[in-house]
């Protein structure tokens, strides 16, 4: 009974995902790149090269010969697609490799929808090497550009004008220059930016089929410069027609993708014209965020996707209670001294937790340059405005102190 996980050497999600699996009777071995982790179960895996999936394959199937998994699964956007690999060659549950890949690359996966004709806004995409105007003559303004293989609104930027799209383009060009694919670190995404509201959907498929968890409402206004993420809350408040529109969406473009396994993340915008995708994506929801889905049984979305992963029945039922969480926005570029009013704001009414997950003498830095929240806050209630007043309640109670970050010239 051994579940293999592949995943980044510091990827949050490799903690949930081995208590879920301790609860499911299951060892995990960790494929990673993390040979000099601090984390044991990373140190003592298997120590794999993410650019170098042929070679990641060799080894990975060297090891199942000797010790057989079950399942496999890959923890985010930048594993999913060996993962598939892995498990296509074992003949364990996956979904196609070229389907997983497109959760990885969103210029790819919007060529895909785009010609399988799914309601995706006007793209484009341009190279930072040629005249940038030139490239733009289809689109409308505003729009919004975007590295092709970063998440958490890494690098995602409104410009409004053919002026501060040339300023933009400057600034995501230096964010993505440390990418070995010299593809990746010379082109961009651009897509016409989308009126409306912005909702998360959460769901799983089994067998082709898609199954809907949960709707989050992103009750704060996300218009730009930068999307930076803050609070997601559920249930819906959206009309029922609206969220059936939403799930045909997202179920458009599972099949689109050709995806048949595994659990499904989508952001998407809602406007009168319909549910428009911006991106879908074969896996669970990223940061802490899924711990608002743990159900009173204890049973989580981490136990739902190990459960998927070796052909167990899934039997997940969300909580029913208003539940939110706010991804704490980061106040500022510095190093984190500390954090005061913690214990004032857990204790806010309808609180449930607050997670400060960057540690005292770390650099904290703001998007689009950063890609890392300092913390979650997490609430219950009787109804959604009962729990988006206590989430935004417990922020106000919490202070970063940070100190200024200092260069030394070279001599």
């Known amino acids: ?78 594993t999913v697609e060996l993962a598939a690999k892995v498990a296509a060659q074992l003949e364990l549950p996956h979904n196609p490799p070229s389907a997983a890949r497109l959760s990885s690359r969103k210029d790819l996966a919007r060529k895909r929808l785009a010609s399988s004709r799914c309601k995706v806004p006007q793209y484009c995409l341009i190279n930072l090497e040629q005249t940038l105007p030139d490239q733009m003559s289809d689109m409308n303004w505003p729009v919004v550009v975007k590295p092709l293989n970063l998440s958490a609104s890494q690098g995602v930027i409104r410009a409004d004008t053919i002026d501060e799209f040339k300023q933009v383009c400057t600034r995501i060009k230096t964010i993505i220059s440390h990418n070995p694919d010299d593809f990746l670190n010379s082109h961009l995404l651009v897509e016409a930016y989308i009126e409306g509201v912005e909702v998360a959907y959460e769901g799983f498929l089994l067998a082709g089929q898609l199954t809907t968890l949960t709707i989050f409402d992103k009750p704060d206004p996300l218009q730009g410069p930068y999307f930076e993420e803050t609070i997601y809350v559920t249930p819906s408040r959206l009309s ?41 994506a074969s896996r669970t929801i990223g940061g802490e965020c899924a711990r608002v889905l743990d159900n009173d049984a204890g049973y989580s979305l981490e136990m739902l996707t190990i459960a998927l992963a070796i052909g167990q029945p899934a039997d997940y039922q969300p909580p029913k209670s208003a539940r939110g969480v706010m991804m704490i926005p980061v106040p ?41 929240y300092p913390g979650y806050i997490f609430a219950s209630g009787e109804t959604q405005s009962e729990v988006i007043k206590a989430l935004k309640a417990a922020h106000q109670c919490l202070k970063f102190v940070l100190a200024p970050v200092f260069k030394l010239n070279k001599v």
């Open 1 to 78: 009974m051994r579940l293999l996980l592949i995943a980044q050497p510091y990827s949050y999600r490799i903690a949930p995902f081995l208590a879920a699996a301790q609860k499911l009777d299951l060892e995990v071995i960790i494929a990673s790149r993390g040979e000099h982790s601090l984390v044991s179960e990373v140190h003592q895996g298997i120590h794999v090269d993410f650019d170098d999936h042929p070679q990641a394959l060799v080894q990975i199937l060297e090891f199942a010969k000797r010790q057989p998994f079950i399942g496999v699964l890959g923890s985010d956007d930048s």
């Open 240 to 280: 029922q027609t609206i969220q059936e529109q939403i799930k045909q969406s997202v179920n458009d473009a599972c099949k689109a993708y050709g995806l048949v396994t595994g659990p499904i993340h989508a952001e998407l915008r809602v406007n009168d014209q319909g549910a428009w995708i911006l991106e879908v």
């Open 332 to 372: 500022g570029s510095g190093i984190l001294r500390r954090v005061e009013g913690i214990a004032k704001a857990r204790a806010e009414a309808h609180i449930d937790k607050i997670d400060i997950v960057i540690r005292e003498g770390n650099k904290l830095i703001p998007l689009p340059e950063g890609n890392q």
